[in-house]
């Protein structure tokens, strides 16, 4: 393995799609390994050692993942579905563009993390930590979240929509424009989430913390329940038409002056020193 990995770097014969699927990596040392487009499904990846590793474009659907080292890897476009990343230490990972629905991420730390318009349907993330990931256009419908930690985490026009969040923490997130229609945040805490445009249509938020009437009114759509404290004065706005959902293009003409500069990179991002001339 070690030798075709090292000649996939210099000899075009080399370079096409590694095929490792049903492989046993556990506890493996594949450190900046370059993996793109390599077939990984199924393999046997527990505990590995994959920082930095380059995994675009991979296959590695119902892979064990589990425990793996996987910070500042570069896994984008790649095919994730039902692994298993539970308990992986991925900070500042790059997953952009790729498939985790139903992946087992539960107390991962994704922290930092690049998940642009990643896919996670109904994947399971409890106790996930995501604190100042990007999840910006994200898709994590009925995923389960419960006691995620989202603290400042990016999640403008994330598909959040009948999502578990009990318990979650999403202090300081942004969700502007998000769908959080029938989702369940009972006992999450908001405080200082930005809810811009973002949908609760349905939502429970009976029992979120940290709301204040201004979230609440600058939020469209009526949701399942309202926290106690929130004056009955305080209500979402309405959406436009009967029972038409706020379109991102609806959405993105009431921007803040901090949201007016996003730029979108690509999965790849800009490289260190890049000067960007506007």
């Not at 030798?3 to 492989?23: H, K, N, T």
């Not at 487009?37 to 892979?63: F, P, T, V």
């Not at 389960?144 to 578990?164: I, M, P, Q, W």
């Not at 404290?229 to 293009?249: F, H, L, M, R």
């Amino acid at each position: 393995l070690l030798f075709v990995l090292f000649a996939s770097r210099f000899d075009p014969f080399w370079q096409r799609p590694l095929a490792l699927e049903r492989s046993d990596f556990t506890g493996t040392d594949l450190r900046n390994a370059p993996l793109e487009s390599a077939n990984l499904s199924h393999s046997n990846l527990q505990g590995a050692d994959l920082r930095d590793a380059k995994m675009k474009e991979a296959k590695i659907s119902y892979a064990n993942l589990s425990g793996t080292k996987l910070s500042a890897a570069r896994i984008s476009n790649a095919k994730l579905n039902h692994a298993d990343l539970s308990d992986s230490k991925a900070a500042k990972v790059l997953l952009t563009g790729s498939d985790l629905t139903e992946a087992e991420l539960m107390h991962a730390d994704l922290s930092e993390g690049t998940l642009h318009r990643t896919t996670l349907t109904k994947a399971d993330l409890t106790g996930a930590d995501l604190s100042e990931t990007s999840l910006r256009r994200a898709i994590l419908t009925r995923a389960t979240l419960t006691g995620a930690k989202l603290g400042g985490a990016d999640l403008r026009y994330a598909d959040l929509s009948e999502a578990n969040l009990a318990k979650a923490v999403l202090d300081g997130a942004n969700m502007m424009g998000a769908n959080l229609s029938f989702a369940n945040l009972s006992l999450a805490t908001m405080t200082n989430a930005k809810l811009r445009n973002a949908d609760i249509e349905g939502a429970d938020l009976g029992s979120a913390g940290g709301l204040t009437c201004k979230q609440v009114r600058e939020a469209v759509g009526v949701p399942m329940a309202l926290p106690a404290y929130i004056p009955a004065t305080c209500q979402p706005k309405t959406k436009p038409g009967t029972g038409a959902e706020v379109s991102d293009t609806t959405r993105e003409t009431e921007t803040t002056d901090e949201d007016t500069n996003v730029f979108d990179f690509g999965d790849e991002g800009v490289e260190e020193g890049t000067v960007i001339d506007f």
